[in-house]
């Protein structure tokens, strides 16, 4: 028999997974049309869930339609940020990221509410229209015109005579430039910072939203009143709604541009050590510390994690760079919460569960920290190696817009380009 948790692990790979898909779709048809698609995909889910009578259907329609409904819809408005705003990119996914801290806040209440009024049916059904707003969001998205391929790209990208390579060989080689493209393993075998950056996420999901999870049921088991207990998340989300917006202004400085990467690890090892505030004591006082500390560390983690991807990437690869941090964060995304469990039900405490997971996260952040001043290291001795009469070394990481992108005119200026306001 299928539990309702196992449903809400395969809900989290339904996001996560099928995030090469997304970038093929991003790539054909453009984030606007796939944004709005996934906002189609993820209401017709929930409201196809209210018509269930078991929770195996619930694991399809609510795990699997809405999952990928969230997936299309998620990744593209990242992917389109980048596009729009260069100077100003941290505030911008700083900005977008405080919706997550607005749904952390309001779903709960809202949820109750229409679990009270209206069933679980009604419910599904509320949020299943709510969630078609999505398709408002997309439309709202001004289009990307790409780029005239080079003849040089349009040979490289037409397909293999099957005289001339054969049949198998040929379709071989489509699949592995399929893969190299929308897979980005090209890019994380070729681009040293890319690799570390998603070895490091994936690393930190290991432990950096278990808490979470295990915080209410900590309090809970040392006779802490439910709604006292359920206060702690309301918090941890208003924290998160007050500071990523300022945050965002803060790091849009100058001074922080090719800082940020420093600033995320040090953030990220301060939520890793604010776990073990909770091996202190269950007392609520102790706990609203706890929550303070974590709401703001994790409030610039969350604000900085996609533009410190944006400056190691190319936006030319960001899709499908992000579709390979999604796979590889999501296998330690799903086996964090069962092995915290797992802790728990051997060790009979919380506190061990937290503490683990306060090492794993800690870690995470120094090994971005160390490897990546040792890459600019690296990178400026040998950039002063270089005689003086050299020509200049061409940066690793390209900071624009890229070219190949442009906005499409909507009044006739042929020269409105969103970036540039930004």
Not at 176 to 184: D, I, P
Request: some cysteine.
């Amino acid at each position: 028999m299928i539990k309702p948790s196992q449903m809400s692990y395969f809900f989290t790979v339904s996001i996560f997974l099928p995030g090469p898909l997304c970038s093929v779709l991003v790539e054909r048809f453009g984030c606007r049309a796939t944004v709005m698609f996934g906002g189609v995909l993820s209401g017709l889910g929930m409201v196809v869930s209210s018509f269930s009578h078991s929770i195996a259907h619930l694991y399809i329609t609510t795990g699997v339609i809405t999952g990928l409904g969230f997936c299309f819809s998620f990744q593209p408005a990242v992917t389109i940020l980048g596009h729009y705003f260069v100077r100003r990119r941290p505030f911008a996914n700083a900005m977008s990221s405080t919706g997550t801290a607005l749904g952390l806040c309001a779903l709960p209440f809202l949820g109750d509410y229409l679990q009270s009024k209206l069933g679980w049916r009604g419910s599904f059904l509320v949020l299943g229209a709510v969630l078609l707003n999505c398709c408002v969001c997309g439309a709202v998205m001004r289009p990307l015109r790409p780029r005239k391929p080079k003849k040089s790209e349009v040979m490289s990208n037409s397909p293999i005579s099957p005289g001339k390579k054969g049949c198998v060989p040929g379709i071989c080689q489509s699949l592995a430039s399929f893969l190299r493209k929308h897979m980005a393993f090209d890019l994380f075998c070729s681009n040293l910072r890319f690799r570390v950056f998603s070895l490091g996420i994936t690393w930190m999901m290991l432990g950096f939203v278990v808490p979470l999870i295990f915080l209410v049921p900590y309090a809970s088991a040392h006779n802490m009143d439910p709604s006292r207990a359920a206060l702690l998340l309301s918090i941890l989300g208003f924290v998160n709604i007050f500071v990523r917006p300022p945050a965002g202004v803060l790091f849009s400085l100058s001074w922080f541009k090719g800082r940020h990467i420093y600033v995320f690890s040090v953030a990220l090892l301060i939520n890793g050590l604010s776990n073990s505030i909770c091996c202190i004591s269950p007392d609520f006082n102790v706990l609203l510390i706890y929550v303070l500390i974590y709401g703001l560390s994790m409030s610039v983690v969350g604000s900085l994690m996609f533009t410190v991807l944006m400056d190691t990437v190319e936006m030319s690869r960001f899709p499908s760079a992000l579709g390979l941090l999604s796979i590889m964060e999501s296998v330690t995304l799903l086996i964090g919460p069962p092995l915290a469990g797992l802790l728990v039900d051997r060790t009979g405490q919380y506190t061990v569960m937290f503490l683990a997971c306060s090492i794993s996260v800690a870690l995470s952040a120094l090994f971005l920290m160390v490897s990546f001043y040792w890459l600019d290291s690296r990178d400026a001795a040998q950039k002063n190696s270089l005689p003086a009469s050299g020509s200049p070394a061409k940066p690793a990481i390209n900071m624009s817009t890229d070219c190949q992108y442009s906005s499409v005119p909507t009044d006739g200026d042929k020269t409105n380009n969103p970036s540039s306001e930004a």
